[in-house]
């Protein structure tokens, strides 16, 4: 089985994993792995992985609308440099602080090559605060827990929005691959929208993080949502770090959809909410297109679903 066929497994056996995290009470959890050879150019420093690796889990808490609280690391290498375990650390606490949580430790392991587990922990419920006679005191956290952003809610007529811009994953790639490696890591270390994410919350009626592509990210959240989208090539926003090394149109067009990792939030709100989302939202919220019965396609004509896979 590939990836995605052992995902289609899991998901039959474990109908409560959830979409990008499982929701556990008002608790969302998450993890994932990332391998040297698979998800780490030549040129990629440990600080730079510490933040990415603690990332993507992250991303994947913003993708529920929950609040992040906190993530743990596997850490595993053929030797134990402490200049590189340090930077790795830091860039896992640097990531988090960036979105109002907190890195708490995780593990050690020898193995083969440069690898990293990791876990991230998030909450849907937030504490009211309420005045009292003798002040502000935080009060009992609300009855009701908030329902997280799931894939299964676009319905026909919704917008599709993107937060962010694509293509930075893609641009970042080339650069490490031309020896660039300062321009790349930049590139690498990207924001979690986890703040996006808790905004939209009460607008969007479907969502994920585009970890794979945007092209592969439109066909799962289709098959989730049984619907379909119709995006426009001239509504996207793409990463001004593409045209840097885009060799043309097409290419550049290629590069914002199918090379994924970039980390954006991809979701659909109804139209007549779409004002009060993007103000709401702290990054910019671009509408890309609608929902409708069935199909993805770009400028009318169908897309493939391509896009990045583990092992690639």
Known sequence: MDERDALGLLASELPTAGDDAAVVGDAVLTTDMLHETTDFPDGV??????????????????????????????????TFDAAELRAFVRGARDVCAAVDAEYVGGDLDETEEFTTATTALGHLREPDQTETAAGTEESQSRDHTPAPLRRDGAAVGDAVCVTGRLGRTAAAL??????????????????????????????????????????????????????????TSESLPIHPAVDETASDDEDRLGMA????????????????????????????????????????????????????????
């Open 45 to 78: 420093t440990r600080y730079t992985a510490g933040w990415r690796a603690v990332g993507a889990s992250l991303s994947d808490v913003a993708a529920t609308g929950a609040a992040a609280t906190a993530a743990v690391a596997v850490y595993g290498a053929p």
């Open 174 to 231: 080339r650069l490490f691959a031309d020896g660039a490696t300062d321009r790349g890591n930049e590139l690498f270390r990207f924001e979690p929208r986890v703040a996006a994410g808790r905004a939209l919350r009460p607008y969007a009626t479907a969502a994920m993080d585009v970890s794979d592509g945007l092209a592969r990210s439109l066909h799962q959240l289709a098959d989730a949502s049984d619907c379909g989208f119709a995006i």
């Open 257 to 312: 959809t199918t090379v994924g990792e970039d980390f954006e939030l991809l979701c659909t709100v109804p139209p007549e909410s779409l004002a009060d989302a993007r103000a709401d939202c702290p990054v910019a919220l671009s509408r890309i297109g609608e929902v409708t019965a069935s199909g993805v396609t770009l400028d009318g004509a169908s897309v493939a679903d391509d896009g990045w896979t583990h092992g690639n």
